[in-house]
C-alpha cells in the first residue's frame, strides 16, 4: 500500500493549524503540518495533493509577519487560504489588505453571491464564524469575489484554474455550521481527493511499517491502562505476533478495576500474551512518608523502569525494540518529525534510560480522536477507547500527603462513585477529566450521634480541550448531590465533600 498524498496545512499559528489537519482527517483525508516557510524543494519532494495556509494571530503589515514566498501559487498544487492565509495569499499575488477599522468576531452572516467551486454546497445565506482586524478589500487579478459580509468585501474568492482559494472565515471551528462542507469541495473537488483515510486504511499501512521497520526482531511494550499504549500495543501485535512482549506493571495505583481490565482484555480477551506483576506492596514501601509531589513522581518514575527492566530482562530473548504510543500532538510539539524527544510526563515512567532500544512509534501521525477510531476498529472495549487521561504517577498524585494503602483504598472507593454517577447523568463525553481527591487535613463533622474528625474529599471535574487550560465543570446540582452524599455514606473516613471551581490557570487540573 502506497502512503497518501497529504495536504499540507502551513501553520501561521499553531492552535489554528492543528485544528485544521484534524479536521481534514475527519474528511478521510490524511494531512500534515508544516512550517509556514516550509522551501518549495521540499513541498516538490513531498508532492502534497493540496495546501492549506492556516490562519494567525499576525496582521499582514506587521514588521516581521510570516510571508509566503510566491512562487508556491505557481506550483501546480491547489491552495486554500483561511483567514490570515487568505490575505497572505491576497498579498503576494497583487490583491489588497486593508486594516478597515471594522474587526469582525464571532457568527457573521455571509452572503453566497457566486457558489463557485469552494461554496457550491452553501445556501445563498450562511452563519460563519469570523475573527480579523485585516480584511481583503480586492481580490489579486483572475480571482472570482464569491461572498461577502456586512463588513467584508472579500469573504471569499477563488481562481479556480490556478486551483487557488480564499475564505476570509474560519470553516475548522464548530461555530461554522457548514464548514466542513467548504473543506470538503476543495478536498474533494479542487484537489480530486478521494475520502480513503479510514481506519481500517490506518491499520494496514501501520502494520505494514511496523513489519518493515522491526522484521523477525523482539519488541517490548509497557501497557498502563490507557487507550494509548493499549492501541499501539495492538497494533504491533497485529503486526509481529508473538515476537512482542507486553508488560503490563500494576503499581497498585490504579483506580478501581483498570489492573483487571487490562488482564481480561489483552490476555482473556484479546488473546495478546501479557506479562502481569503485581507490585503494589513494593511502590507503598517505597512511597511510604513521602509527601512531595514531586518525590511521589519520581520514586514512581524510576521505579516502574526499574520492575520493566527486570521484567524484560526475564522475558525471553533480548529486546531490540520499544513500542511508544507517542501521538501526532507530540511530535508537532517537540519541533519536528524526526526528533525522538519523549516527554516523560506522557509516559508511565520515561524511557528507561540505559536500554538501548529503538523506539517504535505505530500512533507518530494520529490524533487522539482517530487513536480511538482504530482502538475501535481493532475491537478494543469502549471502557479502554474512551478512558480519561490518567496521570502515569495514578491514584499517588490524587492523595495529597502520604500514600498509604488505607488512603488509596479511601480515593479508590470515592472515585469510583464519581465516575459512576459521572457515567449514570450521561456526562462523560462532555467532560476532560472527573475524580477525586483525599486531602490530608481534618475536619469536624457529626454522624449518627457522633462526633467525626476525618478528611475530606474534593471532586475535580473540568472540560478542556487539550489539558494546557481548563475551566471546571458545571456539573448539575443533582449530580453533585448524588456524589457528596454517597461519598460521605459509603467511604470510611471521609465526612465532608468540597467541589474544586478553580480554571488552569492558575490552578493545575491535578491536584499535585
Ligand atoms: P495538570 O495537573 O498539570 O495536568 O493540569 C494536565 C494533564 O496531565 C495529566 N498529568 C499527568 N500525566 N504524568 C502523566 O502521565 C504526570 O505526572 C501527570 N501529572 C498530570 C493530568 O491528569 C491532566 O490530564
Given at each position: 500500500m502506497t502512503d497518501?498524498?497529504?495536504?499540507?496545512?502551513?501553520?501561521?499559528?499553531?492552535?489554528?493549524?492543528?485544528?485544521?489537519?484534524?479536521?481534514?482527517?475527519?474528511?478521510?483525508?490524511?494531512?500534515?503540518?508544516?512550517?509556514f516557510d516550509v522551501s518549495l524543494a521540499e513541498l516538490e519532494v513531498r508532492r502534497p495533493a493540496g495546501l492549506i495556509l492556516s490562519g494567525g494571530p499576525a496582521s499582514v503589515y506587521a514588521p516581521g509577519a510570516p510571508a509566503i514566498d510566491p512562487g508556491l501559487f505557481s506550483l501546480g498544487i491547489p491552495v486554500l487560504g483561511i483567514c490570515y492565509g487568505q490575505q497572505a495569499m491576497s498579498r503576494a499575488l497583487g490583491g489588497r489588505v486593508e486594516r478597515t477599522g471594522l474587526r469582525e468576531y464571532g457568527r457573521t452572516t455571509l452572503a453566497v453571491d457566486e457558489p463557485g467551486v469552494l461554496l457550491?454546497?452553501?445556501?445563498?445565506?450562511?452563519?460563519?464564524?469570523?475573527?480579523?482586524?485585516?480584511?481583503?478589500?480586492?481580490?489579486?487579478?483572475?480571482?472570482?469575489?464569491?461572498?461577502?459580509?456586512?463588513?467584508?468585501?472579500?469573504?471569499?474568492?477563488?481562481?479556480?484554474?490556478?486551483?487557488?482559494f480564499g475564505v476570509q472565515f474560519h470553516p475548522e471551528v464548530a461555530h461554522t455550521p457548514r464548514g466542513l462542507d467548504v473543506m470538503k469541495r476543495f478536498l474533494y473537488e479542487a484537489c480530486g481527493l478521494l475520502p480513503e483515510w479510514t481506519p481500517a486504511g490506518v491499520i494496514e499501512r501501520a502494520v505494514e511499517r511496523i513489519r518493515l521497520q522491526v522484521g523477525d526482531a523482539h519488541a517490548l511494550c509497557a501497557l498502563s491502562g490507557g487507550v494509548?499504549?493499549?492501541?499501539?500495543?495492538?497494533?504491533?501485535?497485529?503486526?509481529?505476533?508473538?515476537?512482542?512482549?507486553?508488560?503490563?506493571?500494576?503499581?497498585?495505583?490504579?483506580?478501581e478495576g483498570e489492573a483487571e481490565q487490562v488482564v481480561d482484555t489483552f490476555a482473556d480477551h484479546l488473546h495478546v500474551p501479557l506479562i502481569h506483576v503485581q507490585r503494589s506492596e513494593q511502590f507503598l514501601a517505597r512511597l511510604a512518608?513521602?509527601?512531595?509531589?514531586?518525590?511521589?513522581?519520581?520514586?514512581?518514575?524510576?521505579?516502574?523502569?526499574?520492575?520493566?527492566?527486570?521484567?524484560?530482562?526475564?522475558?525471553?530473548?533480548e529486546p531490540r525494540f520499544l513500542v511508544q504510543g507517542t501521538l501526532y500532538p507530540d511530535v508537532i510539539e517537540s519541533g519536528s518529525r524526526t526528533a525522538a524527544k519523549?516527554?516523560?510526563?506522557?509516559?508511565?515512567?520515561?524511557?528507561?534510560?540505559?536500554?538501548?532500544?529503538?523506539?517504535?512509534?505505530?500512533?507518530?501521525?494520529?490524533?487522539?480522536?482517530?487513536?480511538r477510531k482504530v482502538g475501535e476498529e481493532?475491537?478494543?472495549?469502549?471502557?479502554?477507547?474512551?478512558?480519561?487521561?490518567?496521570?502515569?504517577?495514578?491514584?499517588?498524585?490524587?492523595?495529597?500527603?502520604?500514600?498509604?494503602?488505607?488512603?488509596?483504598?479511601?480515593?479508590?472507593a470515592a472515585d469510583r462513585i464519581v465516575q459512576e454517577e459521572v457515567r449514570r447523568a450521561g456526562l462523560a463525553p462532555e467532560l476532560w477529566q472527573a475524580f477525586a481527591v483525599l486531602l490530608s487535613v481534618q475536619s469536624v463533622g457529626v454522624m449518627g450521634d457522633g462526633r467525626t474528625y476525618e478528611n475530606p474529599v474534593v471532586i475535580r471535574a473540568v472540560t478542556s480541550e487539550d489539558a494546557m487550560t481548563a475551566d471546571w465543570a458545571r456539573l448539575p446540582y443533582e449530580v453533585l448531590?448524588?456524589?457528596?452524599?454517597?461519598?460521605?455514606?459509603?467511604?470510611?473516613?471521609?465526612?465532608r465533600v468540597a467541589y474544586d471551581i478553580s480554571s488552569k490557570p492558575p490552578a493545575t487540573i491535578e491536584w499535585e
Open positions: 497518501p498524498r497529504p495536504v499540507l496545512v502551513l501553520d501561521f499559528g499553531a492552535q489554528y493549524a492543528q485544528l485544521i489537519a484534524r479536521r481534514v482527517r475527519e474528511c478521510h483525508v490524511y494531512s500534515e503540518i508544516v512550517p457550491a454546497d452553501l445556501p445563498s445565506e450562511e452563519t460563519v464564524w469570523m475573527s480579523h482586524s485585516d480584511t481583503v478589500t480586492a481580490a489579486p487579478p483572475g480571482f472570482l469575489v464569491t461572498a461577502r459580509t456586512a463588513s467584508t468585501p472579500v469573504a471569499a474568492m477563488e481562481d479556480p484554474r490556478r486551483g487557488l494509548d499504549s493499549a492501541v499501539a500495543a495492538l497494533l504491533v501485535y497485529k503486526a509481529i505476533g508473538k515476537t512482542l512482549t507486553c508488560v503490563f506493571v500494576d503499581t497498585g495505583l490504579l483506580r512518608g513521602v509527601t512531595d509531589p514531586e518525590r511521589k513522581r519520581r520514586i514512581i518514575g524510576e521505579l516502574f523502569i526499574r520492575v520493566f527492566e527486570e521484567v524484560a530482562r526475564d522475558a525471553g530473548p519523549i516527554k516523560s510526563h506522557h509516559n508511565v515512567g520515561g524511557l528507561p534510560a540505559d536500554m538501548e532500544l529503538e523506539l517504535v512509534e505505530p500512533l507518530r501521525d494520529l490524533f487522539k480522536d482517530e487513536v481493532l475491537g478494543l472495549p469502549e471502557e479502554i477507547v474512551w478512558r480519561q487521561p490518567f496521570p502515569g504517577p495514578g491514584l499517588a498524585v490524587r492523595i495529597v500527603g502520604e500514600v498509604t494503602s488505607e488512603r488509596l483504598g479511601t480515593v479508590r448531590e448524588r456524589m457528596g452524599s454517597r461519598i460521605v455514606a459509603e467511604v470510611p473516613g471521609v465526612n
